[in-house]
Protein backbone atom coordinates (compact mmCIF):
# COMPACT_ATOMS: atom_id res chain seq x y z
CA UNK A 1 0.00 0.00 0.00
CA UNK A 2 1.27 3.57 -0.90
CA UNK A 3 2.17 6.48 1.36
CA UNK A 4 -1.24 7.85 3.32
CA UNK A 5 -2.12 11.36 3.40
CA UNK A 6 -2.80 12.35 6.85
CA UNK A 7 -4.83 15.91 8.04
CA UNK A 8 -4.56 18.03 11.37
CA UNK A 9 -7.25 17.26 13.21
CA UNK A 10 -6.98 19.21 16.63
CA UNK A 11 -10.23 19.08 17.51
CA UNK A 12 -11.29 15.37 17.01
CA UNK A 13 -8.06 14.80 18.71
CA UNK A 14 -9.22 16.21 22.10
CA UNK A 15 -11.53 13.59 22.23
CA UNK A 16 -8.59 11.24 22.73
CA UNK A 17 -8.76 12.51 26.57
CA UNK A 18 -10.45 11.41 29.19
CA UNK A 19 -11.34 7.64 30.48
CA UNK A 20 -14.29 6.62 28.29
CA UNK A 21 -12.34 4.54 25.22
CA UNK A 22 -11.59 6.45 22.53
CA UNK A 23 -13.06 6.14 19.41
CA UNK A 24 -10.69 8.62 17.73
CA UNK A 25 -8.03 6.79 19.15
CA UNK A 26 -9.36 3.71 17.67
CA UNK A 27 -9.70 4.68 14.54
CA UNK A 28 -6.24 6.39 14.63
CA UNK A 29 -4.22 3.17 15.72
CA UNK A 30 -6.43 1.47 13.28
CA UNK A 31 -5.37 3.40 10.42
CA UNK A 32 -1.65 3.82 11.29
CA UNK A 33 -1.20 0.03 11.38
CA UNK A 34 -3.49 -0.81 8.46
CA UNK A 35 -2.33 2.78 6.58
CA UNK A 36 -5.99 2.81 5.19
CA UNK A 37 -6.84 6.41 3.08
CA UNK A 38 -10.28 6.44 3.99
CA UNK A 39 -10.07 6.36 8.02
CA UNK A 40 -7.26 9.18 7.96
CA UNK A 41 -9.73 10.97 5.44
CA UNK A 42 -12.46 10.31 7.99
CA UNK A 43 -11.15 12.14 10.47
CA UNK A 44 -10.22 14.81 8.18
CA UNK A 45 -13.75 15.40 7.41
CA UNK A 46 -15.01 14.89 10.80
CA UNK A 47 -12.41 18.11 11.93
CA UNK A 48 -14.45 19.73 9.20
CA UNK A 49 -17.26 18.90 10.52
CA UNK A 50 -16.82 20.24 14.05
CA UNK A 51 -15.07 23.89 12.56
CA UNK A 52 -18.05 24.30 10.33
CA UNK A 53 -20.75 22.87 12.97
CA UNK A 54 -22.50 21.08 9.89
CA UNK A 55 -22.06 17.66 8.09
CA UNK A 56 -20.56 17.36 4.89
CA UNK A 57 -22.19 14.26 3.49
CA UNK A 58 -24.32 14.66 -0.26
CA UNK A 59 -28.20 14.39 0.72
CA UNK A 60 -28.98 10.60 0.13
CA UNK A 61 -27.19 7.88 -1.58
CA UNK A 62 -29.28 4.85 -3.59
CA UNK A 63 -27.00 1.81 -4.37
CA UNK A 64 -27.00 -2.07 -3.47
CA UNK A 65 -26.72 -5.52 -4.43
CA UNK A 66 -28.72 -7.49 -7.38
CA UNK A 67 -32.17 -8.99 -5.95
CA UNK A 68 -32.45 -7.10 -3.16
CA UNK A 69 -33.89 -3.56 -2.76
CA UNK A 70 -32.07 -2.60 0.44
CA UNK A 71 -29.52 -3.57 3.21
CA UNK A 72 -26.86 -0.81 1.78
CA UNK A 73 -26.93 3.33 2.71
CA UNK A 74 -24.79 4.84 -0.06
CA UNK A 75 -23.46 8.25 0.97
CA UNK A 76 -20.84 9.89 -0.50
CA UNK A 77 -18.51 12.86 0.70
CA UNK A 78 -19.26 16.44 -0.51
CA UNK A 79 -15.39 17.55 -0.08
CA UNK A 80 -14.30 14.54 -2.54
CA UNK A 81 -11.24 16.63 -3.87
CA UNK A 82 -10.20 17.32 0.23
CA UNK A 83 -11.01 13.67 0.61
CA UNK A 84 -10.79 11.63 -1.98
CA UNK A 85 -11.03 8.00 -0.07
CA UNK A 86 -14.19 8.64 1.18
CA UNK A 87 -15.84 10.12 -2.08
CA UNK A 88 -18.17 7.33 -1.34
CA UNK A 89 -18.27 5.70 2.14
CA UNK A 90 -21.51 3.12 1.99
CA UNK A 91 -22.90 1.75 4.87
CA UNK A 92 -23.71 -2.20 5.06
CA UNK A 93 -26.08 -3.94 7.18
CA UNK A 94 -24.77 -7.43 8.07
CA UNK A 95 -27.20 -9.11 9.70
CA UNK A 96 -26.55 -9.82 13.47
CA UNK A 97 -27.23 -13.52 15.30
CA UNK A 98 -30.30 -13.42 17.58
CA UNK A 99 -28.92 -11.98 20.50
CA UNK A 100 -25.49 -11.33 19.14
CA UNK A 101 -23.94 -14.25 19.98
CA UNK A 102 -20.38 -15.09 17.85
CA UNK A 103 -17.80 -17.51 17.62
CA UNK A 104 -14.65 -15.46 17.10
CA UNK A 105 -13.78 -17.77 13.98
CA UNK A 106 -16.72 -15.92 12.36
CA UNK A 107 -15.69 -12.47 13.51
CA UNK A 108 -11.93 -13.38 11.96
CA UNK A 109 -13.38 -13.96 8.60
CA UNK A 110 -15.88 -10.27 8.78
CA UNK A 111 -12.67 -8.78 9.65
CA UNK A 112 -10.43 -10.21 7.04
CA UNK A 113 -12.81 -9.82 4.60
CA UNK A 114 -13.77 -5.81 5.62
CA UNK A 115 -10.71 -4.97 6.47
CA UNK A 116 -9.01 -5.66 2.02
CA UNK A 117 -12.68 -4.55 1.17
CA UNK A 118 -13.49 -1.81 3.62
CA UNK A 119 -12.80 0.93 5.79
CA UNK A 120 -12.33 -1.35 8.69
CA UNK A 121 -14.94 1.06 10.53
CA UNK A 122 -17.48 -0.87 12.09
CA UNK A 123 -20.44 -0.44 14.76
CA UNK A 124 -21.07 -3.08 16.62
CA UNK A 125 -24.14 -2.64 16.26
CA UNK A 126 -26.76 -0.48 14.87
CA UNK A 127 -29.85 0.47 16.79
CA UNK A 128 -32.18 -1.96 15.07
CA UNK A 129 -29.57 -4.66 15.73
CA UNK A 130 -27.44 -5.29 12.28
CA UNK A 131 -23.96 -5.13 12.14
CA UNK A 132 -22.58 -2.22 10.56
CA UNK A 133 -19.97 -2.03 8.07
CA UNK A 134 -19.04 2.00 7.95
CA UNK A 135 -17.87 2.60 4.74
CA UNK A 136 -16.89 1.34 1.42
CA UNK A 137 -17.55 2.34 -2.59
CA UNK A 138 -19.58 0.86 -4.74
CA UNK A 139 -17.70 -1.15 -6.76
CA UNK A 140 -16.81 -3.10 -3.66
CA UNK A 141 -20.35 -3.85 -2.38
CA UNK A 142 -20.99 -7.03 -4.81
CA UNK A 143 -17.99 -8.66 -3.72
CA UNK A 144 -18.61 -8.07 0.08
CA UNK A 145 -22.13 -9.59 -0.81
CA UNK A 146 -20.41 -12.39 -2.43
CA UNK A 147 -18.04 -13.00 0.46
CA UNK A 148 -21.02 -12.42 3.21
CA UNK A 149 -22.84 -14.90 1.75
CA UNK A 150 -20.55 -17.71 0.44
CA UNK A 151 -17.44 -17.68 3.04
CA UNK A 152 -19.55 -16.47 5.89
CA UNK A 153 -23.16 -17.92 4.99
CA UNK A 154 -24.52 -14.12 6.36
CA UNK A 155 -27.18 -12.15 4.87
CA UNK A 156 -27.30 -8.19 4.87
CA UNK A 157 -29.69 -6.90 7.08
CA UNK A 158 -32.93 -4.46 6.08
CA UNK A 159 -33.51 -1.04 5.06
CA UNK A 160 -36.21 0.94 3.41
CA UNK A 161 -39.77 0.30 3.10
CA UNK A 162 -39.67 -3.09 4.20
CA UNK A 163 -39.83 -5.49 7.35
CA UNK A 164 -36.11 -4.03 9.14
CA UNK A 165 -33.84 -6.85 10.81
CA UNK A 166 -35.63 -8.33 13.98
CA UNK A 167 -33.55 -8.07 17.80
CA UNK A 168 -34.32 -9.79 20.74
CA UNK A 169 -33.14 -10.11 24.07
CA UNK A 170 -30.05 -12.76 25.21
CA UNK A 171 -33.90 -13.86 26.47
CA UNK A 172 -32.89 -17.88 27.40
CA UNK A 173 -29.51 -18.42 26.25
CA UNK A 174 -28.81 -16.59 30.12
CA UNK A 175 -31.67 -15.14 31.64
CA UNK A 176 -33.60 -17.40 33.99
CA UNK A 177 -36.89 -14.74 33.30
CA UNK A 178 -36.79 -15.26 29.63
CA UNK A 179 -40.78 -16.44 29.22
CA UNK A 180 -40.18 -17.66 25.88
CA UNK A 181 -37.11 -18.59 23.59
CA UNK A 182 -37.05 -15.46 21.61
CA UNK A 183 -34.26 -16.02 19.88
CA UNK A 184 -35.79 -19.38 18.14
CA UNK A 185 -38.84 -17.14 18.18
CA UNK A 186 -36.33 -14.05 16.60
CA UNK A 187 -34.92 -16.46 13.87
CA UNK A 188 -38.23 -18.02 12.50
CA UNK A 189 -39.46 -15.10 12.04
CA UNK A 190 -36.75 -13.49 10.07
CA UNK A 191 -36.10 -16.70 8.19
CA UNK A 192 -39.76 -16.89 7.31
CA UNK A 193 -40.14 -12.94 6.53
CA UNK A 194 -36.94 -13.02 4.19
CA UNK A 195 -38.86 -11.42 1.32
CA UNK A 196 -40.26 -9.45 3.29
CA UNK A 197 -36.67 -7.81 4.56
CA UNK A 198 -34.94 -7.61 1.33
CA UNK A 199 -37.73 -6.56 -1.14
CA UNK A 200 -39.50 -3.78 0.12
CA UNK A 201 -42.96 -3.96 -0.63
CA UNK A 202 -44.76 -2.18 2.49
CA UNK A 203 -45.89 1.96 2.30
CA UNK A 204 -43.17 2.32 5.34
CA UNK A 205 -40.19 0.87 7.56
CA UNK A 206 -41.98 -2.04 9.51
CA UNK A 207 -40.02 -3.23 12.76
CA UNK A 208 -39.68 -6.39 15.22
CA UNK A 209 -38.44 -6.64 18.70
CA UNK A 210 -38.43 -9.68 20.52
CA UNK A 211 -38.25 -9.53 24.31
CA UNK A 212 -38.61 -12.29 27.02
CA UNK A 213 -40.28 -10.51 29.52
CA UNK A 214 -41.96 -7.10 30.63
CA UNK A 215 -38.50 -5.95 31.69
CA UNK A 216 -37.91 -5.23 27.71
CA UNK A 217 -34.10 -5.60 27.27
CA UNK A 218 -34.25 -5.00 23.40
CA UNK A 219 -37.08 -1.77 24.15
CA UNK A 220 -39.46 -3.68 22.42
CA UNK A 221 -42.27 -1.26 23.08
CA UNK A 222 -41.10 1.95 22.32
CA UNK A 223 -38.49 0.68 19.25
CA UNK A 224 -40.79 -1.73 17.11
CA UNK A 225 -43.87 -1.46 14.90
CA UNK A 226 -44.34 -5.07 16.48
CA UNK A 227 -44.04 -5.52 20.16
CA UNK A 228 -43.32 -9.11 21.14
CA UNK A 229 -42.86 -9.34 25.17
CA UNK A 230 -42.77 -12.24 27.27
CA UNK A 231 -45.33 -13.01 29.99
CA UNK A 232 -47.27 -15.19 31.97
CA UNK A 233 -50.86 -15.99 33.36
CA UNK A 234 -50.40 -18.00 36.35
CA UNK A 235 -49.12 -17.43 39.94
CA UNK A 236 -45.81 -16.09 40.69
CA UNK A 237 -43.54 -18.44 42.52
CA UNK A 238 -42.77 -18.28 45.80
CA UNK A 239 -39.75 -20.03 48.01
CA UNK A 240 -40.73 -18.21 51.39
CA UNK A 241 -37.39 -20.15 52.69
CA UNK A 242 -35.59 -17.48 50.50
CA UNK A 243 -37.71 -14.52 51.24
CA UNK A 244 -36.68 -14.78 54.69
CA UNK A 245 -33.38 -14.65 53.39
CA UNK A 246 -34.00 -11.38 52.10
CA UNK A 247 -35.39 -10.59 55.00
CA UNK A 248 -32.33 -11.47 57.36
CA UNK A 249 -30.38 -10.04 55.08
CA UNK A 250 -28.61 -12.88 53.75
CA UNK A 251 -29.40 -12.28 50.11
CA UNK A 252 -28.32 -9.11 48.62
CA UNK A 253 -31.75 -7.17 47.22
CA UNK A 254 -31.56 -6.71 43.01
CA UNK A 255 -28.83 -9.40 43.02
CA UNK A 256 -25.78 -6.58 44.30
CA UNK A 257 -27.15 -3.97 41.94
CA UNK A 258 -27.49 -1.01 44.52
CA UNK A 259 -24.69 -1.70 46.50
CA UNK A 260 -22.19 0.69 45.27
CA UNK A 261 -24.37 2.71 47.97
CA UNK A 262 -25.00 2.53 51.39
CA UNK A 263 -29.21 2.48 51.29
CA UNK A 264 -29.46 0.45 54.66
CA UNK A 265 -30.34 -2.81 55.40
CA UNK A 266 -33.12 -4.48 52.95
CA UNK A 267 -36.78 -3.85 53.91
CA UNK A 268 -39.30 -5.44 52.31
CA UNK A 269 -42.38 -3.55 53.14
CA UNK A 270 -40.35 -0.40 51.72
CA UNK A 271 -38.45 -2.00 49.26
CA UNK A 272 -41.37 -4.69 47.63
CA UNK A 273 -44.65 -4.57 48.88
CA UNK A 274 -45.01 -0.61 48.97
CA UNK A 275 -43.69 -0.23 45.52
CA UNK A 276 -45.89 -3.29 43.97
CA UNK A 277 -47.83 -1.02 41.48
CA UNK A 278 -50.88 -2.27 42.00
CA UNK A 279 -50.62 -3.38 45.84
CA UNK A 280 -51.54 -6.82 46.21
CA UNK A 281 -48.51 -8.50 48.00
CA UNK A 282 -48.42 -8.84 51.33
CA UNK A 283 -45.73 -9.33 53.96
CA UNK A 284 -47.04 -11.01 56.99
CA UNK A 285 -44.41 -10.24 59.63
CA UNK A 286 -45.50 -12.84 62.29
CA UNK A 287 -45.98 -15.53 60.20
CA UNK A 288 -42.66 -14.61 57.96
CA UNK A 289 -44.65 -14.73 54.58
CA UNK A 290 -45.01 -13.31 51.63
CA UNK A 291 -48.51 -13.46 49.99
CA UNK A 292 -49.25 -12.19 46.56
CA UNK A 293 -52.53 -11.75 45.26
CA UNK A 294 -52.04 -12.74 41.54
CA UNK A 295 -55.19 -12.13 40.05
CA UNK A 296 -54.41 -8.41 40.89
CA UNK A 297 -50.62 -8.80 39.63
CA UNK A 298 -49.91 -7.07 36.52
CA UNK A 299 -46.51 -8.71 36.03
CA UNK A 300 -44.44 -5.45 36.23
CA UNK A 301 -41.46 -7.51 37.48
CA UNK A 302 -40.52 -5.42 40.22
CA UNK A 303 -40.81 -8.07 42.86
CA UNK A 304 -38.75 -10.67 40.96
CA UNK A 305 -36.30 -8.15 40.36
CA UNK A 306 -35.99 -7.15 43.90
CA UNK A 307 -35.35 -11.05 44.94
CA UNK A 308 -34.63 -13.07 42.03
CA UNK A 309 -33.91 -15.83 44.15
CA UNK A 310 -36.99 -15.84 45.74
CA UNK A 311 -39.40 -14.79 43.44
CA UNK A 312 -40.09 -16.74 39.76
CA UNK A 313 -42.09 -15.30 36.76
CA UNK A 314 -45.46 -18.16 36.70
CA UNK A 315 -44.84 -21.28 34.06
CA UNK A 316 -47.46 -20.70 31.82
CA UNK A 317 -45.92 -18.03 29.36
CA UNK A 318 -46.57 -16.74 26.28
CA UNK A 319 -46.29 -13.21 24.68
CA UNK A 320 -48.26 -10.05 24.38
CA UNK A 321 -48.17 -8.26 21.09
CA UNK A 322 -48.37 -4.72 21.07
CA UNK A 323 -48.50 -2.21 18.18
CA UNK A 324 -47.73 0.86 16.80
CA UNK A 325 -43.91 2.28 18.57
CA UNK A 326 -42.36 5.38 16.19
CA UNK A 327 -40.01 7.92 16.80
CA UNK A 328 -41.67 11.60 16.96
CA UNK A 329 -42.19 11.97 12.65
CA UNK A 330 -44.78 12.61 11.56
CA UNK A 331 -47.54 12.15 13.97
CA UNK A 332 -45.85 12.01 17.10
CA UNK A 333 -43.85 9.39 19.24
CA UNK A 334 -45.49 6.39 20.36
CA UNK A 335 -45.17 3.51 22.20
CA UNK A 336 -46.54 -0.03 21.17
CA UNK A 337 -50.32 -0.06 22.45
CA UNK A 338 -51.34 -3.30 23.49
CA UNK A 339 -53.21 -5.29 20.83
CA UNK A 340 -53.60 -9.21 22.27
CA UNK A 341 -52.48 -9.48 25.83
CA UNK A 342 -51.83 -12.83 25.87
CA UNK A 343 -50.78 -16.00 22.83
CA UNK A 344 -49.21 -19.41 23.46
CA UNK A 345 -46.31 -19.58 20.86
CA UNK A 346 -44.95 -22.42 19.79
CA UNK A 347 -43.12 -23.48 16.74
CA UNK A 348 -43.99 -23.17 13.93
CA UNK A 349 -45.55 -20.17 14.85
CA UNK A 350 -48.34 -20.55 12.69
CA UNK A 351 -51.10 -18.27 14.81
CA UNK A 352 -47.98 -15.56 15.00
CA UNK A 353 -47.59 -15.86 11.17
CA UNK A 354 -51.43 -15.63 10.60
CA UNK A 355 -51.68 -12.78 13.05
CA UNK A 356 -48.94 -10.79 11.31
CA UNK A 357 -50.10 -11.25 7.97
CA UNK A 358 -53.54 -9.95 8.93
CA UNK A 359 -51.84 -6.45 9.94
CA UNK A 360 -49.62 -6.49 6.97
CA UNK A 361 -52.66 -6.94 4.46
CA UNK A 362 -54.47 -4.01 5.76
CA UNK A 363 -51.74 -1.79 6.69
CA UNK A 364 -49.92 -2.64 2.83
CA UNK A 365 -53.36 -1.51 1.12
CA UNK A 366 -54.22 0.99 3.49
CA UNK A 367 -51.31 2.63 4.77
CA UNK A 368 -50.78 5.85 3.18
CA UNK A 369 -47.19 6.33 1.16
CA UNK A 370 -44.45 6.44 4.08
CA UNK A 371 -47.38 6.14 6.84
CA UNK A 372 -46.17 3.97 10.42
CA UNK A 373 -48.57 1.46 11.42
CA UNK A 374 -49.08 3.27 14.56
CA UNK A 375 -49.88 6.40 12.06
CA UNK A 376 -52.43 4.18 10.64
CA UNK A 377 -54.00 3.16 13.84
CA UNK A 378 -54.57 6.80 15.07
CA UNK A 379 -56.19 7.67 11.77
CA UNK A 380 -58.46 4.84 11.28
CA UNK A 381 -59.04 4.72 15.21
CA UNK A 382 -57.92 1.40 17.60
CA UNK A 383 -61.41 0.01 17.25
CA UNK A 384 -61.61 -0.32 13.86
CA UNK A 385 -57.64 -1.77 13.68
CA UNK A 386 -58.76 -4.23 16.59
CA UNK A 387 -62.12 -5.05 15.48
CA UNK A 388 -62.12 -4.89 11.62
CA UNK A 389 -58.47 -5.61 10.90
CA UNK A 390 -57.32 -8.22 13.00
CA UNK A 391 -60.81 -9.58 13.84
CA UNK A 392 -60.22 -9.34 17.34
CA UNK A 393 -63.26 -8.12 20.31
CA UNK A 394 -62.32 -4.71 22.15
CA UNK A 395 -61.30 -5.85 26.07
CA UNK A 396 -60.72 -3.16 28.60
CA UNK A 397 -57.10 -4.38 28.49
CA UNK A 398 -56.67 -2.72 25.13
CA UNK A 399 -57.30 0.89 27.11
CA UNK A 400 -55.92 2.83 29.64
CA UNK A 401 -58.62 5.11 30.44
CA UNK A 402 -62.14 4.91 28.68
CA UNK A 403 -62.27 7.69 26.63
CA UNK A 404 -63.27 10.94 28.14
CA UNK A 405 -64.94 12.60 25.09
CA UNK A 406 -68.49 11.85 24.04
CA UNK A 407 -67.45 11.64 19.89
CA UNK A 408 -68.79 8.29 19.53
CA UNK A 409 -68.99 6.60 16.36
CA UNK A 410 -71.90 4.66 15.92
CA UNK A 411 -72.76 1.72 13.19
CA UNK A 412 -75.92 2.38 11.47
CA UNK A 413 -76.81 -1.23 11.98
CA UNK A 414 -76.67 -1.06 16.17
CA UNK A 415 -79.20 2.02 15.90
CA UNK A 416 -82.58 1.18 15.96
CA UNK A 417 -84.23 2.92 12.90
CA UNK A 418 -80.71 3.60 10.81
CA UNK A 419 -79.75 7.03 9.71
CA UNK A 420 -82.50 8.13 6.81
CA UNK A 421 -85.00 10.06 8.80
CA UNK A 422 -87.65 12.48 6.85
CA UNK A 423 -87.76 15.97 8.34
CA UNK A 424 -91.41 16.57 7.21
CA UNK A 425 -91.98 13.40 9.92
CA UNK A 426 -90.24 15.59 12.71
CA UNK A 427 -91.68 18.65 11.78
CA UNK A 428 -95.35 16.97 12.16
CA UNK A 429 -94.38 16.41 16.62
CA UNK A 430 -91.97 19.91 16.16
CA UNK A 431 -93.52 22.28 13.83
CA UNK A 432 -90.76 25.07 12.93
C1 LIG B 1 -37.57 16.39 22.81
C2 LIG B 1 -37.91 15.13 22.60
C3 LIG B 1 -37.22 14.18 21.64
C4 LIG B 1 -36.18 14.39 20.80
C5 LIG B 1 -35.40 15.65 20.53
C6 LIG B 1 -35.95 13.13 20.14
C7 LIG B 1 -34.96 12.92 19.20
C8 LIG B 1 -34.74 11.73 18.57
C9 LIG B 1 -33.77 11.52 17.55
C10 LIG B 1 -32.80 12.56 17.00
C11 LIG B 1 -33.86 10.24 17.17
C12 LIG B 1 -33.03 9.55 16.13
C13 LIG B 1 -33.77 9.58 14.86
C14 LIG B 1 -33.09 8.74 13.79
O1 LIG B 1 -32.07 8.10 14.07
O2 LIG B 1 -33.62 8.72 12.67
C15 LIG B 1 -34.89 9.64 17.92
C16 LIG B 1 -35.27 8.34 17.79
C17 LIG B 1 -36.29 7.77 18.50
N1 LIG B 1 -37.08 8.37 19.44
FE1 LIG B 1 -36.93 10.26 20.05
N2 LIG B 1 -36.82 12.20 20.60
C18 LIG B 1 -37.62 12.80 21.53
C19 LIG B 1 -38.65 12.22 22.23
C20 LIG B 1 -39.04 10.92 22.11
C21 LIG B 1 -40.12 10.33 22.84
C22 LIG B 1 -40.97 11.04 23.88
C23 LIG B 1 -40.20 9.03 22.44
C24 LIG B 1 -41.14 7.93 22.84
C25 LIG B 1 -42.21 8.09 23.62
C26 LIG B 1 -39.18 8.84 21.45
C27 LIG B 1 -38.96 7.66 20.80
C28 LIG B 1 -38.00 7.47 19.87
C29 LIG B 1 -37.81 6.23 19.19
C30 LIG B 1 -38.62 4.95 19.38
C31 LIG B 1 -36.73 6.41 18.34
C32 LIG B 1 -36.16 5.41 17.40
C33 LIG B 1 -35.12 4.64 18.11
C34 LIG B 1 -34.55 3.55 17.25
O3 LIG B 1 -34.90 3.43 16.06
O4 LIG B 1 -33.74 2.81 17.79
N3 LIG B 1 -38.49 10.00 21.28
N4 LIG B 1 -35.41 10.55 18.77
C1 LIG C 1 -79.72 20.68 27.78
C2 LIG C 1 -79.21 21.23 26.70
C3 LIG C 1 -77.77 21.59 26.50
C4 LIG C 1 -76.70 21.45 27.32
C5 LIG C 1 -76.65 20.88 28.73
C6 LIG C 1 -75.54 21.94 26.61
C7 LIG C 1 -74.25 21.94 27.10
C8 LIG C 1 -73.17 22.36 26.42
C9 LIG C 1 -71.84 22.38 26.93
C10 LIG C 1 -71.42 21.93 28.32
C11 LIG C 1 -71.07 22.86 25.96
C12 LIG C 1 -69.56 23.02 26.04
C13 LIG C 1 -69.23 24.42 26.39
C14 LIG C 1 -67.75 24.59 26.46
O1 LIG C 1 -67.03 23.66 26.84
O2 LIG C 1 -67.26 25.64 26.10
C15 LIG C 1 -71.86 23.17 24.83
C16 LIG C 1 -71.38 23.67 23.67
C17 LIG C 1 -72.18 23.98 22.60
N1 LIG C 1 -73.55 23.84 22.50
FE1 LIG C 1 -74.71 23.09 23.94
N2 LIG C 1 -75.92 22.36 25.38
C18 LIG C 1 -77.28 22.17 25.29
C19 LIG C 1 -78.05 22.43 24.20
C20 LIG C 1 -77.60 23.01 23.05
C21 LIG C 1 -78.43 23.33 21.93
C22 LIG C 1 -79.94 23.11 21.90
C23 LIG C 1 -77.63 23.86 20.99
C24 LIG C 1 -77.92 24.35 19.63
C25 LIG C 1 -79.13 24.31 19.04
C26 LIG C 1 -76.29 23.84 21.49
C27 LIG C 1 -75.20 24.29 20.81
C28 LIG C 1 -73.93 24.25 21.30
C29 LIG C 1 -72.79 24.69 20.55
C30 LIG C 1 -72.77 25.24 19.11
C31 LIG C 1 -71.68 24.51 21.37
C32 LIG C 1 -70.25 24.81 21.01
C33 LIG C 1 -69.63 23.61 20.40
C34 LIG C 1 -68.16 23.73 20.13
O3 LIG C 1 -67.50 24.58 20.70
O4 LIG C 1 -67.67 22.94 19.31
N3 LIG C 1 -76.30 23.33 22.75
N4 LIG C 1 -73.17 22.85 25.12
S1 LIG D 1 -36.13 -8.84 28.62
FE1 LIG D 1 -36.47 -10.18 30.38
S2 LIG D 1 -35.94 -12.20 29.56
FE2 LIG D 1 -35.00 -10.73 28.17
S3 LIG D 1 -32.92 -10.44 28.96
FE3 LIG D 1 -34.22 -8.84 29.83
S4 LIG D 1 -34.84 -9.65 31.82
FE4 LIG D 1 -34.13 -11.39 30.61
S1 LIG E 1 -44.93 -8.43 39.53
FE1 LIG E 1 -45.34 -6.30 40.03
S2 LIG E 1 -47.57 -6.17 40.17
FE2 LIG E 1 -47.01 -8.33 40.33
S3 LIG E 1 -46.83 -8.74 42.52
FE3 LIG E 1 -44.76 -8.23 41.77
S4 LIG E 1 -44.58 -6.03 42.12
FE4 LIG E 1 -46.77 -6.51 42.26
Same mark, same amino acid.
Given at each position: ?35 ? =??? $? ?17 ? &? ?19 ? =? ?21 ? &? ?41 ? $???? &? ?11 ? !? ?41 ? $? ?43 ? !? ?22 ? !? ?78 ? $? ?21 ? =? ?50 ? &???
Amino acid at each position: MGEVKKHDTPKVDQLKTGPWPSFVDDIYSYSEKHKK =QAC $FDIMGQMELSYTNRETHWK &HGGIVGVFGYGGGVIGRYSDQ =QEKFPAIWAFHTIRVHHTAGKWY &HTSALKKLCDMWDSRGSGIVNFHGSTGDIILLGTVTDQLEPIF $FDLT &HQLHWDLGGSGSN !LRSPACCVGKSRCEWALIDVQELDYELTMAFQDELHRPAFPYK $FKFKFSGCPLDCVAAVARADMSFIGTWRDEIRIDQEAVRAYVRGE !LKPNAGAFSDRDWGPFDIKKEVID !LCPTKCMYWDENEQKLYINNSECNRCMHCIAVMPEALRPGQDTGIAILIGAKAPILEGAQLSTLIVPFMKVEPPYDELKD $FIYKAWDYWMENGKNRERIGELI =QRIGLNKFITEVMGLTPIPQHVRVPRDNPYIFWKEEEVEGGWTRDVAEFRKR &HPA
